[in-house]
C-alpha cells in the first residue's frame, strides 16, 4: 500500500491542479532595497576546500524515510552504505524526509551514522515529514547537529530550522568558488484558506539576499556560483515540466508537488545572478533535471525504502562533481546496484545545437 497520507495530503491540497498556484508579493517589503555591505550580516559558514585533484564531489541523498527497528526501512540503510562506498563522497547533503516514525532520535542516528562513520561531513535540509513524530523541527535539528562530522550551521531568528551556509574554497584562496544553501522548505501552509504544502518564507529569502549581496561585495562585484538544497520543489518546477519549450533529461512519473503559494525565491535567484541550480527531493518519482530560464531545477533519485510509496525502482543518489576554476558542472545518478544514469554535463549536455 502507498503512502495514503500524503496521496489524501496531496489529492485534498491540489484541487486545482497548476491553477490553484497563487503568488503572493509578501517578500516585496523585505528583501533588501540597497547593495550596503555589512559584515553582521554574513551568516557562520562551514568551509569546505577541493581536493588535490581540483575536484569535489557532493552526493545528495533524498527521502530516506527510515524508521528504526521496521524491517521496511534495511533497502533505505543499506542503499546509504552502498552509494558512500561506491562514490566516496566530499560531502553529503540530506534535502530531507530523512526518517518516517518514531523513535525520531534513534531513527536520526540510525540513518545518519554511515556518514560519521567514514568521517565524511554532511549536512540536512529538513523535509516536510521529519518533525510529525515525537521531536518538534527544532528538536531534530539539534539531534542532527550532535551527529559526529554534522557541520549544519543553522540560523537562527528565521522561518525553519536547518537554514545555512557552506562555501567551497580553492586551497590558499579567502574567496568561496562556490556557495551552497540550504533552505528549510517547512511542512505545511498557515496561511488560512490555502492549504497544502509549505514555501520558503520572505524572512528566508531575504537571509539569502544579504548574504548573496555580501559575498559579491566581497568577490568585487561579481556574483559567486552558487547551489541551493532543500526538499519541496518550488512552484517553477511545476511550470519547467510542464513548458514544452523546457530542456528535461530524467524521469517525471508524477505531478510536481510544489506550494500553492509562489514566495518569490526563483525570482530572487535570477536577481542575484548567482544561484546556478537547485536540488530537492519530495516526489519519490521522479529524477528529473530542467534548465528553465537559466537555472538548473533538479531532483535528487529517491534514496528510501518501503515505508512509502516508490515506483520508480531502484534506488539510489544524486552525485555533484565541481571543477576547480570552472562554473560548469558534472551531475549523475548511482543506481542501487552501481548502475549509472544520466551521466551530464551542465550546462554543455542542455544547450539545444
Same mark, same amino acid.
Given at each position: 500500500?502507498?503512502?495514503?497520507?500524503?496521496?489524501?495530503?496531496?489529492?485534498?491540497?491540489?484541487?486545482?491542479?497548476?491553477? @490553484?498556484?497563487?503568488?503572493?508579493?509578501?517578500?516585496?517589503?523585505?528583501?533588501?532595497?540597497?547593495?550596503?555591505?555589512?559584515?553582521?550580516?554574513?551568516?557562520?559558514?562551514?568551509?569546505?576546500?577541493?581536493?588535490?585533484? @581540483?575536484?569535489?564531489?557532493?552526493?545528495?541523498?533524498?527521502?530516506?524515510?527510515?524508521?528504526?527497528?521496521?524491517?521496511?526501512?534495511?533497502?533505505?540503510?543499506?542503499?546509504?552504505?552502498?552509494?558512500?562506498?561506491?562514490?566516496?563522497?566530499?560531502?553529503?547533503?540530506?534535502?530531507?524526509?530523512?526518517?518516517?516514525?518514531?523513535?525520531?532520535? /534513534?531513527?536520526?542516528?540510525?540513518?545518519?551514522?554511515?556518514?560519521?562513520?567514514?568521517?565524511?561531513?554532511?549536512?540536512?535540509?529538513? @523535509?516536510?515529514?521529519?518533525?510529525?513524530?515525537?521531536?518538534?523541527?527544532?528538536?531534530?535539528?539539534?539531534?542532527?547537529?550532535?551527529?559526529?562530522?554534522?557541520?549544519?550551521?543553522?540560523?537562527?531568528?528565521?522561518?525553519?530550522?536547518?537554514?545555512?551556509?557552506?562555501?567551497?574554497?580553492?586551497?590558499?584562496?579567502? %574567496?568561496?568558488?562556490?556557495?551552497?544553501?540550504?533552505? $528549510?522548505?517547512?511542512?505545511?501552509?498557515?496561511?488560512?484558506?490555502?492549504?497544502?504544502?509549505?514555501?520558503?518564507?520572505?524572512?528566508?529569502?531575504?537571509?539569502?539576499?544579504?548574504?548573496?549581496?555580501?559575498?559579491?561585495?566581497?568577490?568585487?562585484?561579481?556574483?559567486?556560483?552558487?547551489?541551493?538544497?532543500?526538499?519541496?520543489?518550488?512552484?517553477?518546477?511545476?511550470?519547467?515540466?510542464?513548458?514544452?519549450?523546457?530542456?528535461?533529461?530524467?524521469?517525471?512519473?508524477?505531478?510536481?508537488?510544489?506550494? /500553492?503559494?509562489?514566495?518569490?525565491?526563483?525570482?530572487?535567484?535570477?536577481?542575484?545572478?548567482?544561484?546556478?541550480?537547485?536540488?530537492?527531493?519530495?516526489?519519490?518519482?521522479? $529524477?528529473?533535471?530542467?534548465?528553465?530560464?537559466? %537555472?538548473?531545477?533538479?531532483?535528487?533519485?529517491?534514496? @528510501?525504502?518501503?515505508?512509502?510509496?516508490? $515506483?520508480?525502482?531502484?534506488?539510489?543518489?544524486?552525485?555533484?562533481?565541481?571543477?576547480?576554476?570552472?562554473?560548469?558542472?558534472?551531475?549523475?545518478?548511482?543506481?542501487?546496484?552501481?548502475?549509472?544514469?544520466?551521466?551530464?554535463?551542465?550546462?554543455?549536455?542542455?544547450? /539545444?545545437?
Amino acid at each position: 500500500m502507498k503512502d495514503i497520507n500524503r496521496r489524501t495530503f496531496i489529492r485534498n491540497s491540489a484541487i486545482a491542479g497548476t491553477a @490553484g498556484i497563487v503568488t503572493t508579493n509578501a517578500v516585496a517589503s523585505n528583501v533588501l532595497s540597497s547593495n550596503e555591505y555589512s559584515d553582521k550580516e554574513i551568516s557562520p559558514v562551514s568551509e569546505l576546500q577541493f581536493n588535490n585533484n @581540483g575536484r569535489f564531489k557532493i552526493l545528495q541523498f533524498a527521502d530516506t524515510h527510515y524508521i528504526a527497528g521496521d524491517t521496511r526501512s534495511k533497502r533505505a540503510l543499506d542503499n546509504v552504505n552502498q552509494m558512500l562506498d561506491l562514490e566516496k563522497p566530499d560531502l553529503v547533503i540530506h534535502t530531507g524526509d530523512v526518517i518516517f516514525g518514531k523513535p525520531a532520535d /534513534k531513527s536520526l542516528r540510525e540513518i545518519l551514522a554511515p556518514m560519521s562513520e567514514r568521517k565524511i561531513p554532511f549536512a540536512v535540509a529538513l @523535509g516536510n515529514h521529519d518533525e510529525e513524530y515525537d521531536k518538534n523541527r527544532d528538536e531534530v535539528a539539534e539531534i542532527i547537529n550532535t551527529i559526529p562530522y554534522n557541520i549544519n550551521k543553522n540560523v537562527k531568528g528565521i522561518t525553519g530550522a536547518t537554514n545555512c551556509i557552506l562555501t567551497l574554497k580553492a586551497p590558499k584562496s579567502n %574567496i568561496p568558488q562556490w556557495i551552497f544553501y540550504l533552505f $528549510d522548505s517547512n511542512r505545511s501552509s498557515h496561511i488560512e484558506d490555502i492549504g497544502g504544502y509549505d514555501y520558503i518564507h520572505p524572512d528566508q529569502i531575504n537571509w539569502y539576499r544579504k548574504q548573496s549581496q555580501n559575498y559579491t561585495h566581497k568577490n568585487n562585484g561579481k556574483p559567486i556560483s552558487s547551489l541551493a538544497f532543500f526538499h519541496i520543489p518550488i512552484p517553477e518546477y511545476k511550470t519547467a515540466a510542464s513548458d514544452d519549450g523546457t530542456f528535461l533529461r530524467g524521469i517525471r512519473a508524477e505531478s510536481v508537488c510544489s506550494p /500553492k503559494v509562489n514566495s518569490g525565491l526563483f525570482v530572487s535567484m535570477k536577481e542575484m545572478g548567482d544561484i546556478r541550480a537547485t536540488f530537492v527531493g519530495h516526489d519519490h518519482d521522479c $529524477d528529473f533535471a530542467a534548465y528553465w530560464n537559466k %537555472i538548473f531545477l533538479i531532483y535528487g533519485r529517491f534514496s @528510501g525504502c518501503d515505508t512509502v510509496y516508490n $515506483d520508480i525502482k531502484p534506488n539510489g543518489a544524486r552525485i555533484i562533481e565541481l571543477t576547480e576554476g570552472k562554473k560548469n558542472f558534472r551531475s549523475w545518478i548511482r543506481l542501487y546496484g552501481g548502475d549509472i544514469i544520466q551521466d551530464l554535463q551542465y550546462p554543455d549536455d542542455f544547450i /539545444k545545437k
